[in-house]
């Protein structure tokens, strides 16, 4: 699951320049974020898929024979899995560096 929570938390140029506990927080609710999208939006299936493809980093050959699923289910499944995260994803990554500037102009530093 790193490659979603580098992708909204690490890399992303408005959040470079956070302060370390920022980027702490921020990462840790894109985490929470993505497990729940990962339980109540995905089927069970494309859980798997994205477990395999991420956690245990096979190719979808690999997930195909291990699911006993052709490749190109499997690569439906990540296809649409990986598309529904980052949609959700995109709308806690705004929530949040919403907060983060109203924390901070709240905390007088911005």
């Known amino acids: 699951m790193i490659d979603f929570i580098q ?19 921020t990462r840790e609710a894109i985490r929470v974020a993505l497990n729940l999208i990962m339980k109540y939006e995905l089927s ?3 859980q798997r898929c994205i477990k395999l493809k991420f956690e245990e980093q096979m190719t979808q050959c690999e997930i195909a024979r291990t699911l006993h699923i052709s490749q ?19 709308y806690c990554a705004v929530a949040l560096q919403k907060a983060n500037k109203l924390w901070l102009e709240w905390e007088g530093i911005e």
């Open 7 to 25: 992708l909204f938390c690490g890399e992303n140029d408005e959040n470079f320049d956070l302060d370390v506990d920022t980027q702490k927080i």
């Open 44 to 46: 069970e299936q494309q």
């Open 72 to 90: 190109p289910t499997v690569c439906r499944h990540l296809a649409v899995a990986t598309h529904t995260i980052y949609n959700h994803l995109k």
